[in-house]
């Protein structure tokens, strides 16, 4: 007689140490070149003014920036996700330009931010009257 | 029963000049303290200590210092404390380190430890006694090193006396 399939369920509460924000920078005069340095620097001192010292001291990493669009991913330790959050969402100005910044997704897994069903854009072709793939 | 717990941190004023030591206000500590949490916790460490923060015993002699604030952030207090350098007093400047010697969650349990910690103290100045008359004066401080007993009006809970000890 077959023994009967063993099912094993593994849970992890905590899978990943890391969260990963993917933000957009909204400028009042519209958009600017600035350097992915100068944009850490922004969020750096955001951090400052709002946690001091010991909060402009916890790391964090821009992974992607793209200057055109003024969009970044960052990545940050889970115990450091919710005073980044907030010190992003207190950013008032940037060299006495107002701005904002935008936070578009979090999520714990890389792999999450690469697909976005708000900015998902769907193929025209499908809504004409075609016919159906499957026959 | 919801209570707010404080927290209570003995600190002790360590300068060169002890005659400096003399001009300790109240005030400057507060400020001092205050500014350096601004410092290195920002906004939020600031906001912290508007809730229960306060200077509650200063002893310009030996310069101990009794610093309440809330239990639930008192670390952020205890952290900024070593970035202390100097204490304003009426526009002079004094260079200065504060160490923390004890935390406690109630006044009595802090004098209990400063009673022990004096007489330690006492103790060990003993063999660096000059002359006689210093070590007679140590040895009488310290015989007579003892709490007062309670007041009667027991809802004054800020009102502690410690045994006045002389040094040197």
New interface residues.
Partial sequence: MEEPAAFERLVYKNASIFHYMKICLVLENGRRNIEAAQFKQLIISGLRQLYGEVGAAFPFDLLKFDPGTLTGMLRVYNSGLVKLWSALTLIGSYQNELCAVRVTQVSPFLLALSGNSRELELDQASFTGEKPLLT | MVRFKSRYLLCEVCVEDRSSLLLLEERAIYHAVKNA?????????AALLILSYGVKYVNAHTGIILIRCRKSHYRNLW?ALPFISCLENRGQKVQCSISCLHVGGTIRTCQKFLVKYSTQQLHRMLPHCRNEAERDEVRRAVLSCSLEKERDVEEEEDEVEDDEWEDE
């Fill in positions: 949490v601004a410092r290195s916790h920002g906004d939020y460490g952290s």
